[in-house]
C-alpha cells in the first residue's frame, strides 16, 4: 500500500502549492475554507483512484508519487491558464506519463509521506475548525445624481413641496403601536400628522403591490398575485389604463427624481420582455442586484479543481449544488450575510441622494426602500438582545444571528404538516421577538431620514408605509405570501408635511393605492387615470381589495371575506370560478378565529358582489407568460418564495 499513500503525497505536495499560490495572489475564493476544501478534496478522490491503481499495478513510490502530483498540477496549470479544457488532459497525461519517467530512486517518496495526510485530513479540518465567513457581502455605493437640468416640460410653483415616500418592506401594522416597542423617531412622525391605525396591502407579496403603489393602479388592473407571477408590460398599462408611473408624473412636472431600493426584487426587471418597471421615471436608481458568491466559488471551482471537473459530469451535478454549497455556503450564513446591516447601506444611498437633492432649488421625489424588518431577522447592535435573549434561543439552534434561518425553516416545515405545538410556539416567539429587534432597528434609521430632511429646512410631504406584513405562526402561515389574513395584509400609514393636519387618526383604512393620489394632489399634480383616494379629504370608508394566487379578501369596516378564486376554463376577465369561503368580524375577531360565512348571508353576497365587479378589470388573462431568469430565481429562493424549502406555487394560468 504504499504506492497508495505516496500518490496522495505527491497530490497533497501539491494542493499545499496550490492553496499558497492562491493565497498569495488572490484567487481563492472569498472564504479560505472553500479553498482548503475543494482543492484537497478533489485531489483525495482522484488521487485514491490512482493510488489504488498504482498499487495494484506495483508502482514503486516514487512512480506513484509523480502520478500523484501530476495528477494535482492538472487543475493547477487549468486555473491559471485553460480551464477544464487544459486541466482535465493535463491532469490525465500526467498519471499516463509518471511510470514512463522512470523516475525510481530520483524522489525521496518515502521522506514526503507526511503530505498524504493532507489530502484525507485538510477537508474535514477546513469545515470544521476554521470559521467561515460571516462578514457582510460588499454593496456598491451610491451612485451620483443625475444632473439637475434646466430643460424641463413644465415650470415648477416654488410653493410645491419636496415629497419623501418611505416604504418598509414586510412591516406590520400593529408594530408600530405595541405599547412595549419603543419606536420614538416612527411615534414623533406620527404625531406630526395623520395616521391609520392600520392600512390595507393590495396583496402579500413585494412586487406585486409595489407595481400598485408606483402605478397608483388598483391591483386588479395590474393583474399579479404574487412574486413569481405573470408580469404586466408598460405598453399593456398604456394602453389599458393610460397609466403613467407615480415618479414620471413628478418628473414630467419638474421634480428631479430618485430612488433608493434595497429590494434586489425591485431592480431585477426583465425590460428585454417589455416588463413595467419600477425605476420608471426615477432621473437616478439606487437598486441592489445582490451578488451571489458562490456563482464566482463554481467558476473557480469549474476550471481549478478536480471536484469541479467531476461535478461537471451531469449525473454528479446534484452533488454541487446540494452538497456542496450546503458544505461551503451554509444557506443560513449565505442569506445572513446578504442581509445583515442592509439597513445602513440603504440609509447611506438615503442620505447621499438627500443631499444632492436639497442642494438644489428643484423640488424632488424620493422614494426610499428599507428592506428591514424582511427576513432574516438579523439587526445588528445594540438592537439585537434589547426583545430578548439571544444567546438563548430554543434547543437545537445555533446562537449566532444566522440560526433565525433554521428556526424559520423548522417551522414552516411544521406548520404545513398542521403542528403547532409547543416547540412550533417557541420557535414562533422566539422569531417574533427577533422581528420586533428590526422594527427597533428600522425606527432609528428611518429616524435618521426624517432628521435630514428636516435639516434641509424645506417643505417637504414624508409619506411612510409598507407592502405587505407578516406572520408568526397563526392560521398555520410563517413568513408571508401564505394567506390574505390580517397578519400579512395590514400595514402601517402615516403622512406629515405642509398642509397635512397633526396627531389624528384617518378615519377608515386607507389602502396602499392611496399613497400615489394622496401625495400628487397634495404636491398639485395631475391625477389623471390614476385609481385610490386622497386621504385627507376622500372618503375612506368603502371596501377593500386583496389578491394572492388563487384567493381574494374583501373588507367592508370591520367585516372581512374571503374567497377563493380561479379562472378555470374561461379567459374572460371576471369569469372566475368564485367561491365564498370565510367571513369575519375583525371588531370582536381581530384575529379571524370564527367562520360566520352562514350567519351573514345578506353581508356574504353584498361583499360577493363587490369582489366580482372588481375582477370585471382583472389584467391577469391577458399578461404574458413569464419566464423568470436563473439571478432571480436565487434571489427569490433566498427570500423564501421559491425552490429549496418553499414550494413553488404555480402562476394561475386562464
Not at 417 to 425: I, L, P, S
Not at 475 to 483: A, F, I, K, Y
Not at 598 to 613: A, K, M, N, T, Y
Amino acid at each position: 500500500m504504499l504506492a497508495f499513500f505516496t500518490t496522495l503525497a505527491g497530490a497533497g505536495l501539491v494542493g499545499a502549492i496550490d492553496v499558497v499560490l492562491g493565497s498569495l495572489w488572490g484567487s481563492s475564493p472569498p472564504d479560505p475554507r472553500q479553498r482548503l476544501f475543494l482543492v484537497f478534496a478533489g485531489n483525495a478522490v482522484v488521487a485514491a483512484l490512482v493510488g489504488l491503481w498504482a498499487a495494484r499495478r506495483r508502482w514503486s513510490p516514487e512512480t506513484a508519487f509523480w502520478a500523484g502530483a501530476l495528477l494535482a498540477c492538472g487543475p493547477l496549470l487549468g486555473q491559471w491558464i485553460g480551464g477544464i479544457w487544459l486541466g482535465l488532459p493535463l491532469g490525465l497525461l500526467g498519471v499516463l506519463l509518471a511510470p514512463r519517467l522512470r523516475l525510481r530512486g530520483a524522489t525521496p517518496a518515502r521522506a514526503l509521506l507526511p503530505f498524504a495526510a493532507l489530502p484525507l485530513l485538510a477537508p474535514p479540518l477546513a469545515w470544521l475548525a476554521l470559521p467561515a465567513a460571516r462578514d457582510p457581502l460588499p454593496k456598491p455605493p451610491p451612485p451620483p445624481l443625475a444632473e439637475s437640468t434646466a430643460e424641463r416640460p413644465a415650470a415648477v410653483s416654488p410653493d410645491q413641496p419636496d415629497v419623501v415616500l418611505i416604504v418598509a418592506d414586510t412591516l406590520r401594522a400593529d408594530a408600530l403601536l405595541e405599547p412595549d416597542l419603543d419606536t420614538p423617531h416612527l411615534d414623533r412622525m406620527r404625531a406630526r400628522g395623520v395616521w391609520a391605525a392600520a392600512g390595507r396591502a393590495p396583496c402579500n407579496q413585494t412586487l406585486p403591490s409595489h407595481l400598485s403603489l408606483l402605478t397608483g393602479l388598483e391591483i386588479e388592473k395590474v393583474g399579479m398575485r404574487n412574486n413569481i407571477h405573470n408580469w404586466p408590460t408598460a405598453q399593456q398599462l398604456r394602453e389599458r389604463w393610460n397609466c403613467v408611473p407615480v415618479a414620471e408624473r413628478f418628473r414630467r412636472a419638474g421634480y428631479r427624481t430618485a430612488a433608493v431600493a434595497s429590494n434586489p426584487l425591485l431592480s431585477m426587471v426583465d425590460t428585454r420582455a417589455g416588463h413595467q418597471e419600477f425605476r420608471e421615471g426615477f432621473e437616478t436608481w439606487d437598486g441592489y442586484e445582490s451578488a451571489e458568491p458562490w456563482r464566482a466559488v463554481v467558476l473557480w471551482m469549474n476550471d481549478g479543481s478536480w471536484i469541479g471537473y467531476l461535478t461537471n459530469i451531469p449525473g454528479l451535478r446534484p452533488l454541487r449544488n446540494r452538497t456542496l454549497r450546503e458544505i461551503l455556503d451554509p444557506n443560513r450564513l449565505r442569506v445572513y450575510r446578504r442581509s445583515v446591516r442592509e439597513g445602513e447601506r440603504t440609509l447611506q444611498g438615503a442620505l447621499h441622494a438627500l443631499d444632492g437633492l436639497t442642494g438644489n432649488p428643484q423640488p424632488y421625489f424620493l422614494l426610499v426602500h428599507f428592506m428591514d424588518p424582511h427576513s432574516p431577522y438579523v439587526a445588528p447592535a445594540p438592537f439585537r438582545g434589547r426583545e430578548h435573549d439571544s444567546g438563548q434561543p430554543p434547543a437545537g439552534l445555533g446562537t449566532g444571528p444566522e440560526w433565525e434561518y433554521d428556526a424559520i425553516v423548522e417551522l414552516r416545515q411544521a406548520l404545513r404538516q398542521g403542528r403547532y405545538q409547543e416547540r412550533e410556539q417557541a420557535l414562533a416567539a422566539w422569531l417574533h421577538d427577533l422581528y420586533r429587534e428590526e422594527v427597533l432597528y428600522l425606527d432609528d434609521l428611518v429616524g435618521r431620514v426624517a432628521e435630514r430632511v428636516d435639516a434641509s429646512g424645506r417643505p417637504t410631504l414624508v409619506l411612510f408605509t409598507s407592502d405587505h406584513g407578516e406572520s408568526f405562526g397563526a392560521h398555520l402561515q410563517v413568513e408571508h405570501g401564505g394567506s390574505l389574513y390580517e397578519d400579512e395584509l395590514a400595514i402601517p400609514f402615516l403622512l406629515y408635511g405642509p398642509g397635512v393636519p397633526q396627531d389624528r387618526a384617518l378615519a377608515g383604512t386607507p389602502q396602499l393605492v392611496d399613497a400615489a393620489r394622496t401625495l400628487l394632489e397634495l404636491a398639485g399634480l395631475d391625477t389623471a387615470h390614476t385609481d385610490g383616494r386622497n386621504v385627507l379629504k376622500d372618503d375612506l370608508g368603502r371596501p377593500t381589495f386583496s389578491v394572492m394566487l388563487g384567493r381574494i379578501a374583501v373588507g367592508d369596516g370591520r367585516w372581512k371575506l374571503h374567497c377563493t378564486a380561479s379562472y378555470g376554463e374561461s379567459p374572460e376577465p371576471g369569469q372566475y370560478d368564485f367561491v365564498p369561503v370565510e367571513l369575519y368580524d375583525l371588531e370582536s375577531d381581530p384575529g379571524e378565529l370564527h367562520n360566520l360565512l352562514d350567519q351573514q348571508p345578506e353581508l356574504r353576497r353584498s361583499l360577493e358582489q363587490f369582489g366580482r365587479q372588481r375582477l370585471e378589470f382583472d389584467l391577469l388573462p391577458h399578461l404574458p407568460r413569464r419566464k423568470i431568469p436563473e439571478r432571480q430565481q436565487e434571489n427569490l429562493k433566498d427570500l423564501g418564495y421559491v425552490g429549496g424549502d418553499e414550494e413553488t406555487p404555480s402562476p394561475e394560468q386562464p
